[in-house]
Nanobody, 113 residues
Framework: QVQPVESGGGLVQAGGSLRLSCAAS????????MGWYRQAPGKQRELVAA???????SYADSVKGRFTLSRDNAKNTMYLQMISLKPEDTGVYYC???????WGQGTQVTVSS
């Protein structure tokens, strides 16, 4: 079973940047999709960005133009580049791999105002 592991979270000031990584323990070539969710305190988990097996990428409206999802099949790793971060981006970010769906443990992102 492929197990994804997130890294790259941390504390950053508003306007700053972070790059999250989601490294899978095995090949992700056969994954139907991969993506990122986030969960803010007291709120439901929400989809941030996703990529299909065909390479189609979609973003939540709240992050369009600021977040960029990419995938390196050779490294079995997916990335989420985040720029112009806002306090409302704060939360635990989880990656998933659809093989069927397997979740990572999450990484905390905190954006201070």
């Amino acid at each position: 079973q492929v197990q994804p592991v997130e890294s790259g979270g941390g504390l950053v000031q508003a306007g700053g940047s972070l790059r999250l990584s989601c490294a899978a323990s095995g090949s992700i070539l056969s994954a139907n999709a991969m993506g990122w969710y986030r969960q803010a305190p007291g709120k439901q988990r929400e989809l941030v960005a996703a990529i299909t097996i065909g390479g189609r990428i979609s973003y939540a409206d709240s992050v369009k133009g600021r977040f960029t999802l990419s995938r390196d099949n050779a490294k079995n790793t997916m990335y989420l580049q985040m720029i112009s971060l806002k306090p409302e981006d704060t939360g635990v970010y989880y990656c998933y791999v659809d093989m069927p769906r397997i979740w990572g443990q999450g990484t905390q992102v905190t954006v201070s105002s």
